[in-house]
Structures are given as structure tokens and as C-alpha cells.
């Protein structure tokens, strides 16, 4: 996700569940996490300095757990006054990609962040595994039967249920999006995706704009100096000469 300070001025998109979600937010994933209490410092810091969109994952090692502690302390604080105040959104595991372990899943994130809604629950990969599968290091036999209708149908049951304000995907193509809207009651809100300058989803972005999702983007800066992505976008000479032209760091050059 793409994170900036301010979200006082952080313009707001109306999803097509009805619910506005913050254009920036604060993900979660990174290599190598702090320790947990630095990290719960860490996010109570964003919340302080106006960060009210977060991005979190079962995946992304303890970071849910650590999120739920900062809104806590948050709220115990005085820095808001109101879980709604945030927007927090959680994914489905792909070890629990099917439709007998989603409600289980959804609920134990919850129970996790301590937190009786998500605003948002995305489905992370349009693929199921083994449990204990390591999804950055497939082995041959991880990779299981992947139910897509069975399990959205559950996450439209997530819902209804009250348990996500709306419901989404990550990493999904045009083609998986077409075939799940056959059969779906809710359509997805958003499909979060690795989308930068150097990566601009042109198929993607007007095929979901067509269909009224809401294409979110996440290492928004190519995954700048983390495991995964390169530094294409942030070490780009055009990206440098326009911050230089427009006396901005790249990361806040912004691209159409």
C-alpha cells in the first residue's frame, strides 16, 4: 500500500459496497519485522501522526497481533476516539482458501487484532496451499485444489454477517475476475495488486474501472530495498528528474 503522512488530507473512495476507504494506507508487510513491542511503537507512531488506512496479513508474521495492540493503545490514549476512525484491512490466508475455513480464518484474525470488524477482507492469492506452506517458497505437491466460487461465496457470508464492512482481492487477473463474477451475489470492492510506475497494470486498470472495482496498489515504490521487487522505480532517472523539477522526494511523484 502507499503510505503518506496527513491523511487529515488524504482524499477518501467510495467502494461499491457503500463504504469509503483512505487512497493512502500503511501496509504491513516487510522482511525481517522488528520485535513486537517496536513494532506495536511503530504503528501507534502512524496512527499519531495521521495514518488511518492499515494493511495487514496472517502472512505478514505478527503484525496483526501488533496492529490490535496500537488501535488499543490508540483508543486508550485519547488519539482517536473511535475504532471507526480507522480503516484496517486483513486477508485470507492461502492455506485457508476454502470455503470451510474462511469464517474460521476471518474470525480468528479478529480475534487476533482484538477488533469485532474489518473494513476490508481480501482474498490474498487466487491459489490454496498445504498448511505450514511456505507461500514465498513453493515445494512441489504445496499447491492444492483452489475452490474460487466455494470461497467467495463464504466471504460474501463474511459480509452479511457483519464481520468486514467490504470484502476484495488481491493478485487476481482479468480473466480470475471475470470467471468469479459469474457466480458471484457481492462483487469484489477492490483487487489490490503490485502496480508502479514501472508495472502500470494497463489490461487490469481499465478492465476493473469497467466493472466498478477499485484497483489498489500495493509496493507502490517497487518494493524499494526490501527482498522482493527491485529498485526500478526509486533509482529511475525520469522519476528523479521530475521530483528535481518539482523539488519533491520520488516517492511522491505520482504517475497516470
Request: charged share 20%; net charge neutral; hydrophobic share 40%.
Given at each position: 500500500?502507499?503510505?503518506?503522512?496527513?491523511?487529515?488530507?488524504t482524499?477518501?473512495?467510495?467502494?461499491?459496497?457503500?463504504?469509503?476507504?483512505?487512497?493512502?494506507?500503511?501496509?504491513?508487510a516487510?522482511?525481517?519485522?522488528?520485535?513486537?513491542?517496536?513494532?506495536?511503537?511503530?504503528?501507534?507512531?502512524a496512527?499519531?501522526?495521521?495514518?488511518r488506512?492499515?494493511?495487514?496479513?496472517?502472512t505478514?508474521g505478527?503484525?496483526?497481533?501488533?496492529?490490535?495492540?496500537?488501535v488499543?493503545?490508540?483508543?486508550?490514549?485519547?488519539?482517536?476516539?473511535?475504532?471507526?476512525?480507522?480503516?484496517?484491512?486483513?486477508?485470507?490466508?492461502i492455506?485457508?482458501?476454502?470455503?470451510?475455513l474462511v469464517?474460521?480464518?476471518?474470525?480468528k484474525?479478529?480475534?487476533?487484532?482484538?477488533?469485532?470488524y474489518l473494513?476490508?477482507?481480501?482474498?490474498h492469492?487466487?491459489?490454496?496451499?498445504?498448511p505450514?506452506?511456505?507461500?514465498f517458497?513453493?515445494?512441489?505437491?504445496?499447491?492444492?485444489p483452489?475452490d474460487?466460487?466455494?470461497?467467495?461465496?463464504?466471504?460474501?457470508?463474511?459480509?452479511?454477517?457483519?464481520l468486514?464492512?467490504s470484502?476484495?482481492?488481491?493478485?487476481f487477473?482479468?480473466?480470475?475476475?471475470?470467471t468469479?463474477?459469474?457466480n458471484s451475489?457481492?462483487p469484489?470492492?477492490?483487487?489490490?495488486?503490485e502496480?508502479n510506475?514501472?508495472w502500470?497494470?494497463?489490461?487490469l486498470?481499465?478492465f476493473?474501472?469497467e466493472k466498478?472495482?477499485h484497483?489498489?496498489?500495493?509496493?507502490?515504490?517497487?518494493?524499494?530495498?526490501n527482498?522482493?521487487?527491485?529498485?526500478?522505480?526509486?533509482e529511475n532517472?525520469?522519476?528523479?528528474?521530475?521530483?528535481?523539477?518539482?523539488?519533491k522526494p520520488v516517492?511522491?511523484?505520482?504517475?497516470?
Amino acid at each position: 500500500m502507499a503510505s503518506n503522512q496527513g491523511s487529515a488530507e488524504t482524499p477518501k473512495i467510495l467502494l461499491n459496497s457503500g463504504h469509503e476507504m483512505p487512497a493512502l494506507g500503511f501496509g504491513c508487510a516487510t522482511f525481517n519485522l522488528p520485535p513486537f513491542d517496536d513494532l506495536i511503537s511503530i504503528l501507534l507512531h502512524a496512527i499519531q501522526i495521521g495514518y488511518r488506512h492499515f494493511d495487514t496479513a496472517p502472512t505478514y508474521g505478527t503484525t496483526e497481533a501488533a496492529l490490535g495492540k496500537a488501535v488499543a493503545k490508540a483508543l486508550e490514549s485519547g488519539v482517536i476516539k473511535s475504532r471507526d476512525e480507522l480503516f484496517i484491512t486483513s486477508k485470507l490466508g492461502i492455506a485457508d482458501a476454502h470455503p470451510d475455513l474462511v469464517l474460521p480464518a476471518i474470525k480468528k484474525t479478529l480475534e487476533t487484532m482484538g477488533l469485532e470488524y474489518l473494513d476490508l477482507y481480501l482474498v490474498h492469492l487466487p491459489v490454496r496451499v498445504k498448511p505450514g506452506a511456505d507461500m514465498f517458497n513453493l515445494a512441489e505437491g504445496d499447491v492444492l485444489p483452489f475452490d474460487m466460487h466455494g470461497t467467495w461465496k463464504v466471504m460474501e457470508i463474511c459480509s452479511n454477517l457483519g464481520l468486514t464492512k467490504s470484502i476484495g482481492l488481491s493478485n487476481f487477473s482479468c480473466e480470475k475476475i471475470s470467471t468469479l463474477l459469474q457466480n458471484s451475489t457481492i462483487p469484489p470492492a477492490i483487487d489490490q495488486v503490485e502496480m508502479n510506475v514501472g508495472w502500470q497494470q494497463r489490461k487490469l486498470v481499465p478492465f476493473c474501472k469497467e466493472k466498478g472495482i477499485h484497483v489498489s496498489a500495493w509496493s507502490p515504490l517497487g518494493a524499494y530495498g526490501n527482498f522482493w521487487g527491485s529498485n526500478a522505480v526509486m533509482e529511475n532517472q525520469i522519476m528523479k528528474n521530475i521530483a528535481i523539477s518539482k523539488k519533491k522526494p520520488v516517492s511522491q511523484v505520482k504517475f497516470h
